[in-house]
Each structure stands twice: as structure tokens, then as C-alpha cells.
């Protein structure tokens, strides 16, 4: 789901999900190994960049030639520039970073950042520099790609509650958002898209050139004008109708772009929650795990939105099938299970992290998981993940007349003739067919905004439990589950507005380790997670009760021998780690 990168970096291209992106995952999981093993990274390295860097880096480094440029996101030590403004600190920064040949590309205070383009060939004495803290690379970020109000309960929202997100903001960090005649407002015409930010460098406006955003924003509020009238069969109709948006652009027209454009978004949206009342933040993009979330620049980023009050909502990833070939009768309909396959920022354990579920044949109670969506624990630090999972496959929403993925995938545009009574000769396309967690994301998000219309007064915490706790608990076909691939189960709109449960600590998406029978567990004893609790005591639950009594994998069990707590041997694939097209995702365009 990528197109050409910009601004200096290698390009990279659309292709079907394969043996590559495989291949990175397995690349990272050997270079962890390697680290518990032997405490540094494999092969050996004696400089400095490896004990400040994330995996990228390195890595990176390996292919290229001296004189060429690597994009980083430098975490500086604070307690350097003590007793000086954040101002004056950057600038005695920049300059040291400069006299290396070293360009500034952003300032990122949000997290303490700076975003930088730097010669190879300086790396090591880029990480020499007493205030740089840690490295992360300025990796390439990527989209991950009308059962969705009654599957949800989105309906039932707005029959028997009244609710259709009026007077909340939603932020959409995405390709930009294309002005459809579905987000405006029906009794003034006003557009419901509050403000326009463009992240992008180089770029001239904010307005989608790619399609991405604008369908993930009409599956949050789209309100269906385009196709609502006696002339018409069906109407396309988002999660919460009359909510207000905010378009953040930080992909380009092909669905790319780089971290630092992503962390820009979410500084921008804290800067203004107060001023346009921003309360939901959707992220339908990621990009490998390549270190802990404490340390990825994305992860911390998205933290200081979630503890702002922002609700961030982010995709799993549509990185699910294990095998690039089907084989008949194997797990995942035949593709096989990835473990770990879950991606940044959806690692993080306080963000609501969606899978992506299918309709099979109309009857909710047959939806499937998709193939593609990913599944959890997250790399690294074993957190249990997605939270949860929403309809997310073929799903009908607002269409970008000429834009990059109409080029990609013309089968996809919506005829007239299917949702509308005779159409008239000339009758332009509204709506457009994607598939993919990024889909099933913003149904999340509309439902968040949903609850806090309800209840203005939520914290994100609180909604995070409630969507969980409330979810609908669901099986394979077999009667098996697994909570690393569809959390704590399916989500339920009226449910979850029924729910009067209250978080009294974060709400944390706990980590899992393996005992030393090799069953893998909750770890009931994580710092992160509270003593023996895992949301607090007497609070939304006890530990373990969301997951089932007794049982978080039920019978389907999950354990060290076949999992990624195991040997090198189930990673040990990396003979095209160095490929340039390692970060190659596909847009889900029908979708299975």
C-alpha cells in the first residue's frame, strides 16, 4: 500500500503482501534473539549507534554507500540543555547536528525530537553527541487497508439513542480528506471538516490526492446525502453522521509518507485540542516494529495525545497471513497464522488497536476474521493485541474522483446503477470499495464518538474498557478462540453505550509471557499494568475475567513452541532482509 517515496529515500512500490514483508518480521525477531542471547545484534557491532539505536538502523546502514543520506528521528536528552529555553536548546542542537553535514528537517517538542537527514558516513558521530538519547530511522509509514451499521450497531445508535456524533471532533491523520458533499452539513451545506493541516513536505495543500483518507473518513461521518432520496436503493451512511472532522494530511498522493510527518500530525491535533474539540484521533497507518513502544518516536508520540485526552484509535495491520501461497486446508483459510505481526503505532499498550472482520453471508453472526488483518502479541514487547476487532472487508464508502487508488483499482468505484432507481445518463460515481484494517479502524472511531456524545465527560481510559468489556466474544468456525487475533472480541455499539464501568487506573493492553510449562499467559505482575491487576483493582475487571475464566486462548492454545517466543528456527528467513522492498504492504482492495 505504498507508492514512491519522496524527499531523498529509496522508492518503494505496490505489490501483493509476500515473502519480503515476511522476511522483515522474521529478520527483527532473529536480531531480538540475538539480543537476549548475546546482547548485541548480530552481526557484532562495536560503535556507539548500536546501543542508541532502534533495528533500523543498523540494518539500514549495512546498504548504504558512505556519501548517502539516512532519515532519523533523534530523542534528545533533556537534562543537557537544563536551565535554557526548549528554543535556545534546539538551536545549540541543530548547530552541532550541522557542523556534521546534517540537515533539520522538523522540530518534533511533542516528544523531545528532532527529525533529521544526515550522511551514512556521520551516524556514528551523530550518536557520539552527548544530547542525542536514542535513534529511531524516519521509517516510511503506510495505510493499512454496508455491513458496517448493522454489524456494529450503529443503527440501533441512532434509532433508539439519538446519537450521530453530533458536536464532536474527530482528527484524521491519513492521504488528506477530499471535500465530499456526505460531510457536509445537510441543513446549511456547511463543510463539517473543521481545518485542514498539511504535514507532507513539499506539498501545496491538504486535500486528498490519493483516496485513502477521504474513505476513512466517510466510514466515520459520512452522513449518505449522495445517495439518500426516493431515486435511491441504498444509502451509505458512516458510523456517526454529523460529527466534525479535522484533516490532518500526512501521507502523500500514494499513501506514504514518513514518521516525522505523522508525529507532526498528532503535535498539531494536542496544540488545538482545546480550540476545535478534538476528542478522537484516527490512525489507519503503521510501519514495523523495530524497537519497544517505550522507545519508538510514533508509539511516544500517540502516548502524549492519549494522556492529553485524546482518544487514538489505530490499526493492527494487514499483515495476518503468515504464507504468500494458499495452501487447502491450512490455518488462516489456508495462508497460515503471523504471529506478531501487529505494527507501530498499534503496538503501544494504551492506544485501541482494530482487527478487521468479514461478512461471509449477510448473518453477523457468521462474520469471520479477515485473512490479512494482523495479529498479536506485538514484536518486542509481547503485548497482547489488536483490542479488538470491527468489520473492516469490502466496505462501501466515499469515493476521490481521479485519485491514485481509483488508478489502482477502477473495479472498485461504486456504479451508480447499484444504489441508485434508473439512474439518469451521466450519473457521476459517489463511492468507492476498500478493504483492509485500515477500514475497520475508523468504525471503531465513529463508535467512540458515538460514547462521547453520550457522555462528554469519558476519559479515554474508561472508553477503551468499555469498548472491550463490552465486546461480543468470538470464536473460529471450529469453536476455538484467539484473543492474539480478535482481542477481546467483536465490537458492540449499544453495548458498549449501555456500559456504566469506570476506569480508575490506564487502561493498559496487558503483556504476555510464558510460563515455564510453556503456556503463554498474561503477566499479571507487570509494573506497566499495576500489581496483580491488569486495569486496576476493583475496577473494570479482575485479572484475566475479560479474556474467559480460566483461559485466555481457550482450546486454539498459543504456546512457546509455536509462537514468536520460539527458537530462531521459526524466523529464520532473512536472506532478503536487505531488499529495498522490505516495507512493500498491499492495499486490500476487495479484500478476503
Known amino acids: 500500500m505504498f507508492g514512491s517515496r519522496t524527499n531523498g529515500r529509496q522508492p518503494f512500490y505496490s505489490s501483493q503482501q509476500d515473502r519480503r514483508a515476511r522476511a522483515w518480521r522474521n529478520w527483527t525477531c532473529v536480531c531480538l534473539l540475538s539480543v537476549a542471547l548475546t546482547g548485541t545484534l548480530l552481526p557484532a557491532r562495536a560503535d556507539i549507534v548500536s546501543d542508541k539505536s532502534d533495528l533500523f538502523i543498523p540494518h539500514h546502514l549495512r546498504t548504504l554507500q558512505r556519501t548517502d543520506w539516512i532519515h532519523v528521528i533523534l530523542q534528545l536528552d533533556s537534562s543537557e540543555g537544563a536551565g535554557t529555553s526548549l528554543h535556545k536548546q534546539f538551536r545549540a542542537e541543530e548547530a552541532q547536528i550541522r557542523s556534521l553535514g546534517g540537515e533539520v528537517l ?3 517538542p511533542v516528544i523531545n525530537a528532532l527529525a533529521v537527514r544526515i550522511p551514512a558516513q556521520q551516524v556514528n558521530q551523530l550518536a557520539s553527541l552527548p544530547f542525542v538519547l536514542h535513534m529511531s530511522e524516519d521509517v516510511p509509514v503506510r495505510k493499512h487497508d454496508d455491513f458496517t451499521r448493522i454489524h456494529t450497531g450503529a443503527d440501533v445508535a441512532l434509532q433508539q439513542y439519538g446519537l450521530d ?12 480528506i477530499y471535500p465530499h458533499q456526505d460531510l457536509t452539513n445537510p441543513t446549511n451545506g456547511a463543510s463539517r471538516i473543521l481545518a485542514n493541516v498539511d504535514c507532507v513536505p513539499n506539498t501545496a495543500n491538504a486535500i486528498d490526492q490519493c483516496g485513502h483518507g477521504t474513505h476513512v473518513a466517510g466510514i466515520i461521518g459520512g452522513n449518505g446525502s449522495a445517495s439518500t432520496g426516493s431515486q435511491f436503493s441504498h444509502t451509505y451512511m458512516g458510523i456517526a453522521p454529523k460529527v466534525n472532522l479535522i484533516n490532518v494530511r500526512v501521507l502523500d498522493q500514494n499513501g506514504s509518507g514518513a514518521v516525522s510527518n505523522i508525529i507532526a500530525g498528532v503535535q498539531w491535533c494536542i496544540a488545538n485540542q482545546a480550540a476545535y474539540n478534538i476528542r478522537v484521533m484516527n490512525m489507519s497507518v503503521g510501519h514495523p516494529v523495530g524497537e519497544s513502544f517505550a522507545q519508538d518516536p510514533l508509539d511516544q508520540a500517540v502516548e502524549q495525545a492519549w494522556k492529553a485526552g485524546i482518544v ?9 497471513r503468515q504464507n504468500s501461497v494458499f495452501t487447502a486446508g491450512g490455518a488462516n483459510e489456508g495462508w497460515g497464522i503471523s504471529y506478531g505481526s501487529v505494527e507501530v503505532p498499534g503496538n503501544d499498550p494504551y492506544v485501541i488497536t482494530v482487527g478487521a472482520m468479514k461478512n461471509l453471508d449477510g448473518v453477523h453472526t457468521h462474520d469471520a476474521v479477515a485473512t490479512y488483518s494482523s495479529r498479536g502479541p506485538s514484536l518486542v514487547d509481547h503485548t497482547l493485541k489488536p483490542d479488538i476487532v470491527a468489520p473492516g472487508n469490502q466496505i462501501v464508502s466515499l469515493y476521490l474522483p481521479g485519485g491514485t487508488l481509483e488508478g489502482e483499482m477502477p473495479s472498485n468505484v461504486v456504479s451508480p446503477s447499484q ?3 434508473n439512474p439518469p445518463s451521466g450519473a457521476q460515481p459517489q463511492y468507492f470499495i476498500l478493504s483492509g484494517t485500515s477500514m475497520a479502524t475508523p468504525v471503531v472511531t465513529g463508535a467512540v464518538a458515538l460514547m462521547l456524545q453520550a457522555n462528554p465527560s469519558l476519559t479515554p481510559d474508561t472508553i477503551k474498557g468499555r469498548l472491550m468489556m463490552t465486546s461480543d466474544k468470538w470464536n473460529f468456525p471450529d469453536g476455538t478462540t484467539d484473543s492474539c487475533t480478535f482481542g477481546t472480541g467483536y465490537l458492540n455499539i449499544p453495548a458498549a453505550l449501555s456500559c456504566t464501568a469506570m476506569a ?5 493492553s496487558p503483556q504476555l509471557i510464558t ?3 510453556g503456556s503463554v499467559v498474561i ?3 507487570n509494573i506497566a499494568c499495576g500489581t496483580n491487576a491488569i486495569w486496576g483493582t476493583n475496577a473494570l475487571w479482575g485479572l484475566n475475567a475479560i479474556w474467559g475464566t480460566n483461559a485466555i486462548w481457550g482450546t486454539n492454545t498459543l504456546s512457546a513452541s509455536n509462537s514468536i517466543y520460539a527458537d530462531s528456527s521459526a524466523w529464520s528467513d532473512d536472506s532478503a532482509a536487505a531488499d529495498d522492498s522490505i516495507y ?8 478476503e
Do not use: H, K, W
Not at 512493500?584 to 479484500?591: D, F, V, W
Open 165 to 176: 456524533g453530533t458536536g464532536i471532533t474527530v482528527a484524521v491523520l491519513d492521504s488528506g
Open 312 to 320: 487514538v484509535v489505530c490499526a493492527s495491520g494487514n499483515n495476518g
Open 584 to 591: 512493500e504492504e498491499s492495499i486490500l482492495g476487495a479484500g
Open 419 to 421: 444504489y441508485t432507481i
Open 106 to 108: 522538523q522540530r518534533l
Open 523 to 525: 503477566n499479571g505482575t
Open 504 to 508: 480508575t487506573q490506564p487502561s493498559i
Open 515 to 517: 510460563t515455564s510449562s
